[in-house]
């Protein structure tokens, strides 16, 4: 089982950046799909973005695309969560999430084994 704890969070301002941190425990993190979600009030848990074991390659929701930036750091089991010029609709508990080992990446919450507890992002408009 993989333990996912995420830090980072906070209220900022619309326009402000701020980075979200996943601490993994976990034994072969680099061979992991890690995705983060999200969840506003009153709505469903979506897709932000993921970041591929294999090649690194990552993929965005359409709606944080271009201001988001997921990086990893294999070396200190880490995901991260860059997020440039926010929006009041940013705002909701983020999340982190792990598949199976040399899983393949994807958009679904369903295809994610481990989360996290998530950490709070508000933005003020």
């Known amino acids: 089982q993989v333990q996912l704890v995420e830090s980072g969070g906070g209220l900022v301002q619309a326009g402000d950046s701020l980075r979200l941190s996943c601490a993994a425990s976990?034994?072969?993190?680099?061979?992991?799909?890690l995705a983060w979600f999200r969840q506003a009030p009153g709505k469903e848990r979506e897709f932000v973005g993921y970041?591929?074991?294999?090649?690194?390659?990552?993929y965005y929701a359409d709606s944080v695309k271009g201001r988001f930036t997921i990086s990893r750091n294999n070396a200190r089991d880490a995901v991260y969560l860059q997020m440039n010029n926010l929006l009041a609709e940013d705002s909701g508990i983020y999340y982190c999430?792990?598949?199976?080992?040399?899983?393949?990446?994807?958009?679904?919450?369903?295809?994610?084994?481990?989360w996290g507890q998530g950490t709070r992002v508000t933005v003020s408009s």
């Open positions: 976990a034994r072969r993190f680099s061979m992991l799909p």
């Open positions: 970041s591929s074991w294999k090649g690194g390659s990552t």
């Open positions: 999430a792990a598949g199976a080992v040399s899983g393949v990446a994807s958009s679904h919450a369903s295809d994610y084994l481990s």
